[in-house]
């Protein structure tokens, strides 16, 4: 008798808790549907991780991390997700990692979630941020094969912003990727190349003669290159 009782309280405080499980869930869902109608961030995302906690749900997980990514939490949105390149991860969370991983200096560990987006959806855009990030870590090789890509399929209505300037500034993808080729042929030979490096980067200011970052990358060679010769 006395197991039966057991069972009886047993079963029923497990029927209380799923009640209330629902009913919490049931609050938290309309909590985010009216944070997401009054425009509040932060509520969303409190929304989202109690909603997670209650019930975990891998989309819900990727969209808390792109609210993250988006308020340049970076860490909070790896966290959430994790960093590990991982074969059932959506779109969405392989770009959330290669974007935050690359905005926290780690260009290896981004280098390889942005091949894995490439292969799943190859586009120009991608290619630019494996070729930056290609010469980082002096993979000249690599990084020239996605330049190659990225100027035979350039568009003039693709433009990258740069924000080394006081303002920000756009410039056609072609002339993006001209700047990192020049790049590449100044570092095959630091002293032989520096005339064919400054002429790709003449290049790229023909079609972009607001690009600040490759006057700058000129100027340098220039000077280098008048630089008076040392004695022996």
Known sequence: MKKIVGLVVFVFA?????QDNNALL???EAFYK???????VEGVINA????????????????????YMNGNKHIQALNT???????????MAV???ARSLQALNQPERAIEQYEELFKRMPSIMIAYELADLKTQVNDDIGATLHITYGIANSKEDIKRTFYESQTPYQVPIKAA???LKGLI?????NELNIDAAVAILDEALQIAPNFNLAQISKEALLARKNLPEKKN
């Not at 497990?14 to 799923?18: D, E, G, K, M, S």
């Open 95 to 97: 770009e959330i990692k």
């Open 81 to 91: 997700i994790g960093i590990e390149k991982v074969a059932s991860d959506s779109d």
């Open 185 to 189: 042929k100044f570092k095959e030979n």
């Open 26 to 28: 049931k609050h938290y």
């Open 34 to 40: 009216q944070m997401q109608k009054q425009g509040d």
């Open 48 to 67: 989202l991780t109690h909603l997670n906690v209650l019930s975990p749900n891998k989309g819900r997980l990727d969209t808390l991390a792109v609210l």
């Open 177 to 179: 990727f001209l700047y």
């Open 14 to 18: 497990l029927q209380i808790n799923a």
